[in-house]
């Protein structure tokens, strides 16, 4: 009887440490790849144009802000595009 | 006896595959889809289709990453802008991490920062078309084409709110 009841209480605890070390790897996933940034030294690579260096005090910053202006162009997907007829 | 069957089932619990430490990481994922688009290929007999597909396939990568260059530029620029506007107001330290920084300079800091990530990791994304057995060419580079103008919309979007939150930082203080 005694025997038995070692038996069941060491299954229970197996499957308790499973449950728990499964938990827990899930938890390191999601520690090891957090979905906000934290903390970034913004630096240019090297193979990119250089930060523009004729900034002054005098600079219109406002005006050069409005200078940038991201785009996804059509004509970047056109020779894609032109190449869907043949497929 | 009892202490041997106790050890005998832990010894279990090490080979439980609910225990298994193994991850799938992208880069399995990446290279399982490249094998995929590889078997894939050698299904399709005519040599001129299978050309083109390689040609889409390549054109997608380059699309990416001339966009993704493209924005770097920008996100170089808005940099360069918020240094300059640091440097006037004579702030030598920015706070990056969200909810610790309390000015507008470093909102715009966090902003940048988080545009700039997303950039680099837009760069590393993969678009290889589905071509499912060689039967849907023109359709799984649609959808590729789909996916990566989305996701780099998504970026544009990030580079535009990091540009408002730096303009908001410039008018704060030069009023």
Known sequence: MRNSLLIAATILLILIISIFLKGNQKSLEKLITPATPITVEITPSPTQSPMPTSYNKSTDLKKELDSVNPEVKDSDFENLKNLLPLL | ?175
């Open chain 2, 1 to 175: 006896m009892c202490f041997k069957i106790i050890l005998f089932f832990v010894f279990l619990t090490l080979l439980n595959p609910l225990t298994a430490f193994a991850r799938v990481t992208p880069n399995d994922i990446y290279q399982a889809k490249r094998e995929q688009f590889k078997t894939d290929l050698e299904k399709i007999f005519n040599p001129e289709k299978k050309q083109n597909i390689q040609k889409a396939d390549k054109m997608l990568s380059e699309i990416n990453q001339s966009v993704c260059d493209r924005f770097d530029m920008d996100i170089n620029k808005l940099s360069a802008i918020l240094e300059e506007e640091k440097f006037r107001q004579q702030v030598t330290k920015t706070v990056v991490a969200y909810g610790q920084g309390n000015t507008p300079l470093d909102t715009a800091a966090y902003y940048l920062n988080y545009a700039a990530e997303a950039n680099a990791f837009q760069k590393v994304q993969d678009y290889t078309p589905q071509i499912a057995n060689g039967k849907n060419l023109a359709g799984g580079v649609n959808a590729s084409i789909s996916n990566l103008k989305s996701n780099l919309q998504t970026v544009k979007g990030k580079i535009l709110r990091a540009k408002t939150e730096i303009k908001k930082a410039i008018s704060y203080y030069e009023k």
